[in-house]
């Protein structure tokens, strides 16, 4: 199993930034994509970025260009950059792994708070 723990979140104004980690432990070879999602209050959670082991990035329309995803594979953490947020942006931040090894198996984090005030 994979244990993830979100943390960075935080109060900000629109057009400030955060940086968000997320650590990963327990079964090494159990770690693969790396993603991150979001869910605003009353909606759904929704994707945000996922990254490969070997950097290949992808994100969703709402917050390409503005957030940047990256990882350390030496300390099995995975980041995101968000700059110029907008108050659209509060949620609940989530990590997600993929295992590598058992189709449709995902693990998740616990979540930390993003509120961006107008």
């Known amino acids: 199993q994979v244990q993830l723990v979100e943390s960075g979140g935080g109060l900000v104004q629109a057009g400030g930034s955060l940086r968000l980690s997320c650590a990963a432990s327990?079964?090494?070879?159990?770690?693969?994509?790396l993603g991150w999602y979001r869910q605003a209050p009353g909606k759904q959670r929704e994707y945000i970025a996922r990254?490969?082991?070997?950097?290949?990035?992808s994100y969703a329309d709402s917050v390409k260009g503005r957030f940047t995803i990256s990882r350390d594979n030496a300390k099995n953490t995975v980041y995101l950059q968000m700059n110029s947020l907008k108050p659209e942006d509060t949620g609940v931040y989530y990590c997600n792994n993929r295992s590598p090894r058992y189709e449709g198996t995902d693990y998740w984090g616990q979540g930390t708070q993003v509120t961006v005030s107008s």
């Open positions: 327990g079964s090494i070879s159990n770690i693969g994509i």
């Open positions: 990254i490969s082991s070997g950097g290949l990035t």
